[in-house]
């Protein structure tokens, strides 16, 4: 399985492969970051990965799961509280986010971001900050994220989150995705 993360984004330069700060986190500490991403439904059977330390590196397990979902704890050297816990389809599309590929979504994704996320752009999957025209997000929301195997599904939704519901983030990119909110949500 190769590296990294998704909606909210890990570090450009962990991406790129340049030097980052190092946290003294535990694993355990990790593990229970991943846990708030979603309600205990979901993370009480799901594997914990830890983010890899490169592009193109592995996702250390921190426990082992007995089900589909996979739950990531914060991510390092983002300016919010990002983790997440993915479905294998997510899970995919993260991994095809973090290597440039296009992903190959054949069913429903769901990903849970119950913290909020960090700011970033609601049109660019790889913007680090904002510019006049990348739409940048400063508002965490819990939400939420949907991937769906057929693109037209999304034709006729908001594609900003004025309205309060859900939206279509990184439209025109193969990482489109709906963005659900869920702010009443406390897992």
């Excluded at 294998?88 to 069913?107: C, F, Q, Y």
């Excluded at 439209?171 to 702010?183: A, E, I, K, N």
Aim: aromatic content about 6%; charged content about 15%; proline content about 10%.
């Amino acid at each position: 399985m190769n590296a990294a993360p998704i909606t909210t984004r890990l570090s450009l330069a962990v991406l790129c492969g340049l030097p980052v700060a190092t946290h003294a986190i535990t694993d355990d500490t990790k593990i229970q970051s991943a846990l708030s991403a979603a309600p205990a439904s979901i993370t009480a059977s799901a594997t914990v990965l830890d983010w890899p330390g490169a592009l193109g590196g592995q996702m250390p397990v921190l426990r082992e799961g007995s089900s589909d979902w996979s739950c990531l704890p914060d991510m390092p050297d983002t300016s919010g509280n990002d983790p997440m816990c993915l479905d294998k389809v997510w899970l995919d599309g993260i991994e095809a986010w973090i290597n440039h590929s296009t992903p190959e979504t054949t069913r429903l994704g769901f990903g849970y971001m119950l913290q909020g996320g960090s700011s970033q752009s609601n049109t660019d999957p790889y913007a680090t900050e904002a510019t006049a025209d990348n739409e940048w997000i400063d508002q965490a929301v819990p939400h939420l994220m949907l991937l769906v195997p057929d693109k037209a599904m999304l034709q006729g939704l908001p594609v900003t989150p004025d309205s309060g519901g859900p939206w279509v983030m990184w439209r025109d990119t193969p990482y489109v995705h709906v963005m659900v909110p869920m702010p009443l949500f406390t897992p």
